[in-house]
């Protein structure tokens, strides 16, 4: 059917018309939307809270989706913590017979001082679960996950008409702590709603242009462990070490020897990683401390790697600790935080491999990318439920094409997630990620 673009092109030349082409239901929405998006995003942006204090945040949400005709269910989620609230969403939009498809958002900003020179910049400070002071800064891009999920859910319930099924939309709380996954499953999510057929999410990301996406099949991002040690000697002056026990050598013997758990007992086939990214131990040149401690990060895909690691660390710990002639009763004590524990993402081939044809009608092909797998960490995966619910997260470009470019060329590393001086480049990372999103569970939702 081309003969309307052939007589456009006819007009053209012979009476100088100018040719009028339609938008496409979700391009339409998307500019209609964004100023007012970008409004929303800039107010995120301004008003960031951390982990277990999202309750502004999540209201903000939960006002706007219910506006679009969801029914909404505010702090939805149960900590182990019995004295903590969970500021969970839960969007609910049922539309006739048909599959379930869950999307999420999460909330939470990370305690980071903005540096990043914006005129929306955050200058918010509050108090951690420590009482300290910090500043608190979408260093993540929360608000952008947030104000695309806004948008998808703006398409989706204008375009009710070309999907039937139910549309679960969830604002989760505390992802940067690993927690807030696991809450809103014990509060019994899959039990006190519908049990979603597909689960999407998107996640912006620091190296790729805006107005592309990425998809990844199989293990995505990795599983996330806090390792703390501590290493306990005999301290005494440090003009007379032979008479101590120094846990300052231990703790530099234990982190060299730590790096051939990756190189040397994990096959090179099964990606991992053990970093020490703390240490601290001592008060004065002269004395040598009673003990060091010493905080890592354990990263894996495979379960059974993750476990392996954790018995190597706490064996090489003690048995150094041995051969110095620790007394048995200082050894190491090594603690695994599995509080903040979060497992590995795994994309559903299947399912991501749909997802991603879904994309490329309303981005272009050239703009849906393979991407590799990376050792970063999210608490997403909980939500499939080990793999038995098909699940796919994939990545939005934010950075302005122009900078991906420079940096390319340059070789010079752009400002990373979590960093300070990182900014997206708002409108065309919105626009991609809430058409990308709504294309994919109109998909999924089909008549």
């Known amino acids: 059917m081309r003969f309307p673009n052939l007589f456009c092109s006819l007009a053209v030349l012979a009476f100088g018309i100018t040719p009028v082409f339609s938008q496409s239901p979700l391009d339409a929405i998307a500019a209609r939307e964004l100023p007012k998006l970008l409004e929303t995003y800039k107010f995120l942006h301004l008003h960031p809270e951390i982990s277990y204090q999202e309750e502004k945040t999540a209201t903000l949400l939960a006002q706007r989706l219910r506006t679009l005709g969801f029914e909404v269910t505010e702090r939805f989620g149960k900590y ?44 918010m400070v509050t108090k951690d679960d420590a009482g300290r002071e910090v500043s608190v800064m979408h260093a993540c891009g929360h608000d952008i996950h947030m104000t695309s999920f806004l948008g998808t859910a703006t398409i989706l319930s204008e375009l009710k008409n ?72 005999v301290g005494g002056h440090g003009a007379y070490p032979q008479t101590t026990k120094d846990p300052v050598v231990l703790a530099s013997q234990i982190v060299l020897a730590l790096q051939t ?68 009763d200082r050894m190491p004590i090594v603690r695994t935080d599995e509080s903040e524990f979060t497992a590995s993402t795994y994309n559903n081939p299947e399912f991501t491999r749909r997802v991603a044809h ?40 934010a950075i302005e094409p122009a900078r991906v470019a420079q940096s390319l060329k340059d070789g010079v590393s752009l400002p990373s997630l979590h960093s300070s001086q990182f900014a997206p480049d708002p409108e065309p990372t919105i626009r991609t990620g809430m058409k990308a999103t709504a294309a994919a569970v109109m998909d999924l939702l089909k008549k």
């Not at 048909?98 to 903005?114: F, H, I």
């Not at 689960?199 to 199989?218: K, P, Q, R, S, Y």
């Open 80 to 123: 182990a913590e019995p004295s903590r609230t969970s500021y969970g969403i839960v969007a609910v939009m049922k539309n006739g017979k048909g599959p379930t498809v869950l999307v999420r958002t999460d909330l939470d900003a990370l305690p980071v001082q903005e540096k990043t020179g914006l005129p929306y910049s955050s200058t």
């Open 162 to 233: 070309q999907w039937r099924g139910t549309l679960i939309m969830i604002g989760q709380p505390c992802e940067e702590r690993g927690a807030g996954a696991k809450a809103m499953l014990n509060g019994e999510l899959y039990t006190k709603f519908p049990r979603p057929d597909y689960i999407l999410a998107l996640h912006d990301n620091a190296t790729m242009a805006a107005g592309t996406v990425g998809v990844c099949e199989g293990y995505a991002l990795a599983s996330v462990t806090s390792v703390d040690i501590t290493i306990r000697g």
């Open 261 to 328: 758990i990756v190189s040397r007992e994990n096959s090179p086939l099964d990606p991992a990683v053990v970093t020490v990214g703390s240490i601290h131990g001592g008060t004065k040149h002269n004395i040598i401390p009673d003990e060091v401690r010493l905080q890592i990060t354990v990263r894996a895909y495979k379960e059974e790697v993750r476990r392996k690691i954790l018995a190597s660390i706490e064996r090489i710990a003690r048995g150094i600790a041995v051969a110095a002639g620790v007394p048995s």
């Open 358 to 397: 879904s994309f490329e009608p309303v981005l272009g092909k050239e703009n849906v990318l393979k991407v590799d797998p990376v050792m970063g960490g999210e608490d997403f995966g909980y939500f499939s439920l080990d793999d038995k619910i098909p699940l796919c997260m994939f990545w939005l470009g």
